[in-house]
């Protein structure tokens, strides 16, 4: 069974099904990835357009073309020289399934009630109001949504039910057809969904490489500032968060941080301080979805719950590695102490019952998830394209020295990215973000010359400013949809669960207005420095060591913002509609191809530039290759260009894949980005 060197990630849906994908072969080929990554393929919700709410773990989706479509996709992709990855969501199902059905009507006495995490009290489970078609029963009661199911859930959302793969035989049960698809060669690799919500990852994730034989598995965990995957995790990686965040501050420039924050605080009104602006999130999250999880906690621990709810808060990353019967690491202990209000509290959920150790790990996440990720990033944005999942807003910047570092310490087969259906935006959307960072005055005073013409709310203006003018040019509903979700993630004056009409209206005609203006003249010439950010970014993640992944589109340039947005359907095969996206499906195609032929295994070397201007050159080798970077694009400019900087390449002929020219020794930087900012090199007297 064969390790993916690259990834190219689609979305199915019932109008892009297992036919629709094997119809694309040649052009996935041809791009130069090794493997396919389909989203979940199990029955899920027929109108689902995304899959993770599965509701028959025996079938393969019947809207995607069946068990029959997956074996015809497979044996034409293979035609293809091409493998395939799918994702799996071993954490939660939709409620709308016979067990759960069952479990209803039967109550504890049910054969699927060990299937879910359920808290029975007085022979019940509390449930909301979520389907019509409740059966009539004595085992449950409805309850206001408030007070939050009597089951584990998928952050806040009550029909998506929490899974107990801890017990075998839910394990065996759920994942029956995914050992299917491994046994008979029809799939060569996972991605796990959610593992945090898991009871043990670390044990899901042994029991799942025993069976599996050791096939490549990268798990979705997101890791916080310098947070690395636990060592014994038997997996290959994450899924690329952590390598996004480090690429993306390759490209901003640290000297923006000041006065972008301090623009963005006099424009919103907000507080400069973005810890004091997330701590606060996380309270009202907790507050507002997780009451019941919260008095369970409470129960179980038998810690207040206003203590947990302190510690819940203080927590700064997703889960703190603690498991049942084994004594807790030193650096989840240091963890979980330092966030506790006091040491009684820390003990309870460290040193306490199998129950109450678990059930705290599986309440961080969702806190962590709304509170920050669906709250905090909502609120403060001095500059948008630091707010990603696993992002530190107030982090500008990262060395190129740190970011050689970071590589040193990734594993192998860990997996990168730049895009995902889950980004709050694209890459490129991203790339023009980034080049505010250095046109922080120039900025400030478009800002305020829209802001003079039009103005909404304080509080969300300025992130509309900084979207529209990033992913320009938008149609009025697509900005409209996007200022929508904005507003409700946000909290602050109308939210998904409590809409304000007369504020959503007047959103509404902010954003039909704003379109009119003329914001495309910025982005024109935002755009002169975007491209070199967007290709550096792409060569660097394509590159650097780990399994690159590319997102469905984002071959060429992509100007989408986050879900549903980034899910739209894509035209194959990909073609180029300007010179930007030739440039980017050159360097991706041509990057991808010379990976394939390097093998994942090549070494990482860090290089350097030396020079006057070096310090805007990432440079590094990968065995037979060598690649060089243009990072803070504007800054060069500003100085003159590249002067005599240069790049000392190892010994032998090179070849840039890009133009075809060959250099050998010590070559001027200049020369070498002359036609495009990046140069991708391969030793060519081989």
């Keep these: 069974m064969s390790r993916p060197v690259s990834t190219y990630r689609l979305q199915l849906t019932p109008d892009f099904g297992f036919a629709e994908v094997a119809g694309i072969a040649p052009y996935l080929r041809d791009l130069g990835v090794s ?16 899959g993770y709410d599965v509701i028959d773990h025996s079938r393969i989706r019947e809207e995607f073309g069946g068990a029959k479509g997956f074996r015809e996709m497979a044996d034409t992709l293979a035609a293809h020289d091409l493998g395939i990855v799918i994702d799996i969501v071993p954490n939660h199902m939709n409620t709308a ?7 209803l009507v039967e109550g504890a006495a049910s054969p699927y009630a060990h299937w879910f995490d359920i808290e029975w009290r007085e022979g019940r489970v509390a449930v909301h109001s979520f389907a019509e078609d409740l059966p009539e ?3 449950y009661h409805i309850v206001d949504w408030r007070e939050g199911p009597g089951y584990r859930r998928f952050f806040d959302v009550s029909s998506l039910i929490g899974l107990r793969v801890e017990d075998p035989s839910v394990l065996s049960a759920t994942h029956e057809v995914i050992f299917w698809l491994l046994d008979e060669g029809l799939v060569e690799g996972l991605r796990i969904d959610h593992p945090d919500g898991l009871a043990d990852p670390r044990d899901y994730l042994d ?3 025993a069976r599996t034989g050791g096939v490549w598995t990268v798990v979705e965990k997101i890791l916080i500032d310098q947070e690395r995957l636990p060592d014994d995790w038997a997996c290959d990686g994450t899924t690329g968060y952590d390598a996004l965040n480090r690429v993306n501050g390759l490209f901003v420039d640290p000297e923006g941080r000041a006065p972008l924050v301090a623009l963005f605080s006099r424009l919103t009104g907000e507080d400069p301080d973005y810890p004091l602006v997330r701590t606060r999130a996380k309270r009202e999250v907790i507050e507002l979805f ?9 129960r179980v621990t038998g810690a207040p719950a206003g203590d947990l709810a302190d510690l ?3 927590m700064p990353v997703y889960r703190a590695y603690v498991t049942p019967g084994r004594p807790a690491g030193p650096q989840a202990r240091r963890i979980v102490e330092e966030a506790a209000p006091n040491q009684e509290t820390a003990r309870a959920v460290l040193d306490g019952p199998p129950e109450a150790i678990v059930r705290f790990q599986q309440t961080c996440g969702p806190v962590m998830a709304k509170g920050v990720e669906d709250t905090a990033l909502y609120r403060w944005f001095p500059l948008a394209c630091l707010n990603e999942v696993g992002g530190e807003p107030d982090h500008f910047g990262l060395p190129v020295e740190d970011f050689h570092a970071y590589c040193a310490g990734m594993r192998p087969f860990t997996m990168t990215t730049l895009s995902t259906h889950d980004t709050k935006r694209s890459e490129d959307v991203r790339a023009r973000l980034q080049v505010l960072s250095e046109l922080s005055e120039e900025w400030a005073a478009a800002v305020e010359g829209w802001a003079g013409q039009l103005a909404f709310d304080p509080s969300l203006d300025y992130l509309a400013w900084q979207t529209l003018m990033a992913a320009w040019p938008i149609s009025v509903d697509r900005f409209t949809d996007y200022l929508l979700k904005a ?4 909290k602050t004056a109308t939210s998904w669960i409590a809409p304000d009409p007369a504020y959503e209206d007047g959103l509404r005609a902010f954003a039909r207005k704003a379109v009119g ?4 003249d910025f982005t024109a010439e935002v755009d002169r420095y975007a491209v070199a950010n967007s290709l550096g970014q792409k060569l660097v993640q394509l590159m650097m060591p780990g399994v690159p992944d590319v997102y469905q589109g984002n071959e060429r340039t992509d100007f989408s913002l986050v879900d549903p947005d980034n899910r739209r359907p894509v035209t194959f095969p990909c073609a180029a509609e300007s010179a930007w996206d030739a440039a980017k499906l050159l360097v991706t195609t041509q990057a991808l191809r010379l990976r394939r032929r390097l093998g994942p295994a090549a070494p990482y070397e860090p290089m350097a530039a030396s020079g006057e201007a070096a310090e805007h050159a990432v440079v590094f080798g990968r065995g037979r290759a060598v690649a060089v970077a243009t990072r803070l694009p504007v800054r060069l400019a500003r100085r003159g260009g590249w002067g005599a900087t240069s790049v000392t390449l190892p010994s032998g002929r090179w070849r840039d894949l890009l133009t075809r020219e060959l250099h050998t020794g010590r070559v001027p930087v200049g020369h070498l980005l002359s036609r495009y900012p990046v140069a991708l090199l391969e030793r060519h007297d081989l």
């Design 137 to 139: 029963s004595e085992y």
């Design 312 to 314: 819940l808060v203080a």
């Design 517 to 520: 203006l003329p914001v495309g």
């Design 35 to 50: 493997h396919v990554y389909l989203s979940p393929v199990l029955q899920a919700v027929p109108e689902s357009l995304h």
């Design 290 to 298: 997780f009451g019941g999880e919260l008095d369970r906690l409470s």
């Design 487 to 490: 507003a409700r993630e946000a």
């Design 97 to 103: 399934n016979e067990q759960f059905r069952s479990v």
């Design 207 to 209: 029991k799942l490489r």
